[in-house]
């Protein structure tokens, strides 16, 4: 589970070169899932914020009923992508 940040944002980073819509909707869905994930893990930990966060990036990327991001508003997958990363490097860095 420590690496599932680097890997989701990859396939954010992933989703900028044209892909087919099939990518997309599994991105949603694993963007879904591993969100949630993160949202309980910080909750359990008493980081409201971040759990927060991650519930609203769950609720952003799911895929059931989606949000429409059009291909220009694809692009806060780069925002999403980096915040991910410095997460991943602030929680390693003090292990």
Known sequence: M????????VLFLLCLAPMPYGFYSLIRFVAMIVFAIYAYAYYEKKNNKLAI???????LFQPLAPIYLGRILWNIVVVVAIFLIVLYIKENHKK
């Open 2 to 9: 420590k690496h599932l940040k680097l890997i989701l944002a």
């Open 53 to 59: 966060a991650f519930l609203s990036l769950a609720i």
